[in-house]
Nanobody, 120 residues
Framework: QVQLVESGGGLVQPGGSLRLSCAASGSIFSIDAMGWYRQAPGKQRELVATITNGGSTNYADSVKGRFTIARDNAKNTVYLQMNSLKPDDTAVYYC??????????????WGQGTQVTVSS
């Protein structure tokens, strides 16, 4: 089995910053893409940012220039640096990883989610 554990969420004022982390562990052979998604109350889950194992990144238009995704392949960890936060960024943020397990099965995994609240 594979587990994704997120950390770093919380309450921040508009204009502030937060850094999310997500560490993958378990029966991992290798990890392809990793990413962050978010879901606000009453809305569908949406992509925030993704990063390949080669470092290529993709961002939602709403976060370009404010959020930065990065990963440490040696630690199987992905990060999301969020700057200039807005109330519209309030959501539960979920980590996702596409994993090749030690059984050579390719499967997507999700973390449990971490709440980010942007409010004064």
């Amino acid at each position: 089995q594979v587990q994704l554990v997120e950390s770093g969420g919380g309450l921040v004022q508009p204009g502030g910053s937060l850094r999310l982390s997500c560490a993958a562990s378990g029966s991992i052979f290798s990890i392809d893409a990793m990413g962050w998604y978010r879901q606000a109350p009453g809305k569908q889950r949406e992509l925030v940012a993704t990063i390949t194992n080669g470092g290529s990144t993709n961002y939602a238009d709403s976060v370009k220039g404010r959020f930065t995704i990065a990963r440490d392949n040696a630690k199987n960890t992905v990060y999301l640096q969020m700057n200039s936060l807005k109330p519209d960024d309030t959501a539960v943020y979920y980590c996702n990883a596409v994993v090749w397990t030690t059984s050579r099965i390719k499967k997507g995994y999700w973390g449990q989610g971490t709440q980010v609240t942007v409010s004064s």
